[in-house]
């Protein structure tokens, strides 16, 4: 049976819980879209820890291991209108709100050139035809693709992810998906602005997976 691997993150600033998390916690070993599910889950934070595996290694060690056909990471970010694709990661990091000063203003990698972008191939993806998908179900997907995924966790894992899989000469698809938030998520965010941001179920993600999976050229 094919495999693909799923990350997510765990929970940051605020929110009390993170969609992304809940989804490959709850899809891990289930078989969707005739794919087995693999799912790893990240903390939220941009520095590893002096002893500790590079993200992104671990997951290129994963789907090495298992010999994935894919890997698809999510992560939370409360501006995106439901799900949005990230193609970019960038050498760099900046997030006054959820960083320190001493984390400010600095590479990832430092042995890396400065604010270097890496790019995920799209074309093992059939994008219109994962739009029509996402609009046959009635789940919000952002139209145009991103190549700005901030500079916080998740372009963290972006970068981290396509840096290991190139150096480790992993050439399978990549994917990651932004995700907007959920109730569950700004329970305890009292001034969060519903006016001009947008909610999901949490088991719109579990559709999304799927979407996606079913999108796959291959």
Known sequence: MKKAIITGSETFGKYITN??????????????ADYEIHSLVFPSVI??????EDPGETV??????????????????SEVKGFRLERSGSNWVY?????SPSENN???????????????????WDIKKM????????????????DDAGRYSCN??????????RKGRLTIPYLFVHTACTEEAIELIPDFDRVNKSLIKKE???????????????
């Open 19 to 32: 969609p992304s998390k809940w989804l490959v916690l709850f899809a891990d070993k289930k078989v969707i």
């Open 47 to 52: 520095l590893v820890p002096e002893g500790q």
């Open 60 to 77: 290129v060690r994963k789907a090495k291991e298992i010999n994935a056909d894919m890997i698809i990471s999510f992560g939370m970010a």
């Open 95 to 99: 997030n006054e709100r959820y960083l």
């Open 106 to 124: 600095k590479p990832l990698d430092p042995s890396r050139p400065e604010k270097e972008q890496i790019q995920a191939d799209f074309s093992s």
């Open 131 to 146: 739009k029509e998908l996402f609009a046959k179900e009635n789940i919000p997907f952002e139209s145009k693709i991103s």
């Open 156 to 165: 963290s894992w972006i970068y981290r992810t396509l840096l290991a899989m």
């Open 204 to 218: 719109d993600a579990l559709k999304a997976l799927e979407i996606i999976i079913k999108s796959y050229r291959g």
